[in-house]
């Protein structure tokens, strides 16, 4: 394995292990494709086998830093470069020629020679890519998570074209021949956008008012994940009371199999009659397990059926089917559009639907206890008896 996939395999490690996910954008995949756009300038520059190495393994820790946080991240990134090189038993000179590529990358940096111009380039071939867009989302989402800079869309549109304007240019003469014209066409589409925007936002205050009134009118996305969440729990929770109470079910059922089997025929002769108390003591308590398991899973049964002057006063909750599953399609057709225009009978009827979901979970996890200390009660009761009942034959 030579160096540069050695190179590779270290920075995905470190970047797998130690990077936060807040980085949307400067994380492995970004490095995947600075390393490539570097590779394809080292092939049309002609770089000399020497420097194209030091300029590949440059381009995988151009970003290491970002591990150990955004703040002076290339410094954070020749450090982490140096530990990997002097471990791969490369020189002093060498080291220093790999760092000083990679502070190449700092915004403000101006290339020096030929290998720091082709860094820069590849740090910055997004400008140039036909998903610039999306890309250019991830490191807002960045910004936003990892810096708590928020932009508006014209804002950041706005940054966007100024940045590629007045902030940046290509160096080498592959990037000026081949990814400037693209750059200038994303450069148009950040024109177009910022030219929208502003249209948009010159309409009147009426307008604007109206969509501000029918944004808050929608369920906003933080409460719609946590009734999504809760209910998932509720859900999740039910499962598992059902799962215990089959278990119980499953296990009192073998017991008193095995011993209507094995034991109670065999309780009609006199040498056996000691074992009649024992053996009915432990039948007695697998069927109280077993009843009080079918009472928690045992569901219970509503009318199905529903008044448009339930709906009218908000009465019932639609989101259970156990209040609809009678009614014809038009008639539940109907009553959840009454629902879902008005936004206080929705977020009610999921409240209530949580609400209730709560209360069955209540008695669930009631009527299981009570199994399962009936149960153990019984285990342990039935093997009293049996031992008292074997010490009296003298066993």
Not at 35 to 64: C, G, R, Y
Not at 147 to 163: P, S, V
């Amino acid at each position: 394995m030579n160096i540069i996939e050695q190179a590779e395999n270290y920075v995905f490690a470190l970047l797998k292990d130690k990077l936060s996910i807040s980085y949307t954008y400067h994380n492995f995949n970004h490095t995947v494709r600075v390393v490539s756009a570097a590779k394809q300038l080292v092939e049309n520059e002609k770089v000399d086998p020497d420097t194209a190495e030091k300029i590949m393994i440059a381009a995988w820790f151009h970003d290491a830093g970002y591990t150990e946080g955004c703040t002076e991240h290339e410094e954070c990134g020749t450090r982490i470069v140096e530990k990997f090189l002097q471990g791969q038993g490369k020189s002093e000179a060498y080291i220093e020629e790999v760092k000083e590529i990679i502070r190449a990358t700092k915004i403000d940096r101006e290339p020096e020679n030929l290998a720091q111009k082709i860094i820069k380039d590849a740090d910055y071939f997004h400008f140039a890519a036909d998903n610039y867009s999306e890309l250019s989302e991830l490191l807002r989402e960045e910004w936003k998570l990892t810096q708590q800079k928020n932009y508006t869309d014209l804002e950041w549109a706005m940054g966007n074209r100024a940045m590629m304007v007045q902030c940046h240019r290509y160096y080498t003469d592959f990037a000026k021949t081949n990814w400037q014209p693209k750059k200038e066409k994303n450069t148009i589409e950040c024109q177009r956008i910022i030219q929208k925007l502003t249209e948009d936002r010159a309409d009147s205050k009426s307008n604007i008012k109206k969509k501000k009134l029918e944004k808050l009118e929608r369920p906003e996305r933080g409460i719609d994940t946590m009734f999504r969440v809760t209910l998932s729990n509720h859900t999740r929770l039910s499962d598992i009371a059902d799962s215990k109470a089959n278990i119980l079910l499953s296990v009192n059922a073998i017991i008193i199999s095995i011993a209507l089997s094995t034991l109670v025929p065999k309780l009609d002769s006199p040498s056996n009659s000691h074992l009649i108390i024992p053996t009915f003591t432990m039948i007695m308590f697998s069927v109280l397990s077993i009843i009080f398991a079918i009472l928690s899973t045992r569901p219970k049964v509503t009318s199905g059926t529903f008044t448009r002057k339930d709906i009218e006063d908000k009465k019932v909750n639609l989101l259970f089917f156990g209040n609809f599953y009678k009614m014809p399609i038009d008639e539940y057709q109907w009553a959840m559009n009454v629902m879902m225009k008005d936004r206080d009978y929705l977020y009610n009827s999921m409240i209530k639907d949580l609400y209730y979901l709560g209360l069955v979970l209540d008695r669930k996890y009631k009527l299981l206890r009570i199994t399962y200390t009936i149960f153990m009660i019984g285990i342990i009761f039935s093997v009293i008896v049996f031992v008292i009942a074997f010490r009296s034959l003298g066993v």
